[in-house]
Each structure stands twice: as C-alpha cells, then as structure tokens.
C-alpha cells in the first residue's frame, strides 16, 4: 500500500502560479509511474502529467496546460511536484496524486498513463481555485 498526501493548493488570481506537492509513505519511485490528475466541478478527471519510473515526464495533451505545468520528483523526499505559472481560471479544480506500479505499463499503449483507472493509489486532492 502506498498513501499520497498533496499539499500547495491555495487561491490565486490569475496570472499567478503555485507549486502542488504529493509526498509518498514508501518510496515508489523506481517501480512506480507517479501522476498529477485534476477535477474541475461537474467534470470528469484527467490526466495532467505523468512521471515514470526513469524519470521521464510527458503531458497529456491539454492545449490548456502546454508550458505552464511542469512534473518533477525527488526520490530522496519521495516527492513529487507539479510547478504551475499563469494561472487561469480554467485550472480549478482539485489536483490529485496518483501511482501505479509501472509493471502495469509495460508493453501497453502509451497514452495508458493517462487513464484513470490505470492507476491504483490516489492521494484524497488538493484544491486549486484561480479568480479571474
């Protein structure tokens, strides 16, 4: 079992930017695929950005995200970060950890990583609101 615990959430206004953290109770970095997912109200949830287990970052293919978030992790804090600059309102919504063993990834389609329900281990969300 894995237990995820995001933090940095916060109310910003637009144009501002703020740095969402996911700290693991293992270390599952070199066996995991660590993910950022968000849910705005009313919306299903998506997939963000993802980090595999070589420390390979990719983004789904949100236009509204494109150069604004940036995945990282330290495996010496069992930390993984999402850096987030220019804020929009359209970015609220509660941002979620995620992990998954990245056997389960092996071998299948890449855009695997970003489906909800590839992924086992889920942290309880950090709220994100950005005012216009």
């Known amino acids: 079992r894995v237990d995820l615990v995001e933090s940095g959430g916060g109310s910003v206004q637009a144009g501002g930017s703020l740095k969402l953290t996911c700290v693991a109770s293992?270390?599952?970095?070199?066996?995991?695929?660590m993910a950022w997912f968000r849910q705005a109200p009313g919306k299903k949830r998506e997939a963000v950005a993802v980090?595999?287990?070589?420390?390979?970052?990719?983004?789904n293919e949100l236009d509204s995200v494109k150069g604004r978030f940036t995945i990282s992790k330290d495996d010496a804090k069992r930390s993984l970060y999402l850096q987030m600059i220019d804020l929009k309102p359209e970015d609220t919504a509660t941002y979620y950890c995620?992990?998954?063993?990245?056997?389960?990834?092996?071998?299948?389609?890449?855009?695997?990583?970003?489906?909800?329900?590839?992924?086992?281990?889920w942290g309880r969300g950090t709220q994100v609101t950005v005012s216009s």
């Open positions: 995620a992990a998954e063993p990245s056997l389960r990834f092996r071998g299948q389609n890449y855009w695997l990583r970003y489906d909800v329900g590839a992924y086992i281990y």
């Open positions: 293992d270390d599952p970095y070199n066996t995991y695929y």
């Open positions: 980090i595999d287990d070589d420390g390979q970052a990719s983004y």
